[in-house]
């Protein structure tokens, strides 16, 4: 019986360390969540930047800052990865020009994303989901002039 005893509080010892040691309760992710693709649709030449605003989000692979994007041409497809699974996350894609245009990503799911746009460059931009990719446009920039 005393046996028993000192077994079932060593046990209880246990599973109450493992506990006190875990990790919060989110799951840590590395897969991506969905793609995209960010598409220059203007005559000019730009570049593209990835920002977060809040919350932990990133790229895979990752972008640098100011990549350029040929005129009339698309991006790679980029793996959006939230790591912490249930946070309140929102990332930005700029594109760059004489006016920029910054492409706010707040929430995403392919019927529903919520997506806003700022810039004065953001004449004409606009999104498109296709499958699990979200495609960014931009219509309305121009390039810098020297």
């Known amino acids: 019986m005393k046996t028993t005893a000192i077994l079932g509080v060593l046990v209880a010892a246990s599973i109450s360390m493992t506990f006190a040691n875990a990790a919060p309760l989110s799951v840590n992710d590395p897969t991506p969540h969905f793609f995209v693709v960010m598409e220059n649709q203007t005559d ?67 019927g529903n994303p919520k997506i806003t746009m700022a810039g004065f460059g953001c004449d004409g931009a606009g999104y498109r989901v296709v499958g699990d990719t979200l495609f960014l446009t931009a219509t309305g920039i121009h390039s810098k002039k020297a």
């Open 44 to 110: 000019q030449d730009v570049s593209i930047s990835f920002k977060v605003d809040t919350g932990q989000v990133y790229l895979t692979p990752s972008l640098p800052d100011h990549t350029p994007l040929a005129s009339h041409q698309s991006s790679q497809k980029y793996g959006v990865v939230y790591p912490v699974v249930g946070t309140s996350d929102v990332f930005s894609m700029i594109f760059t020009g004489q006016q920029d245009c910054d492409i706010s990503v707040e929430f995403f799911a392919p």
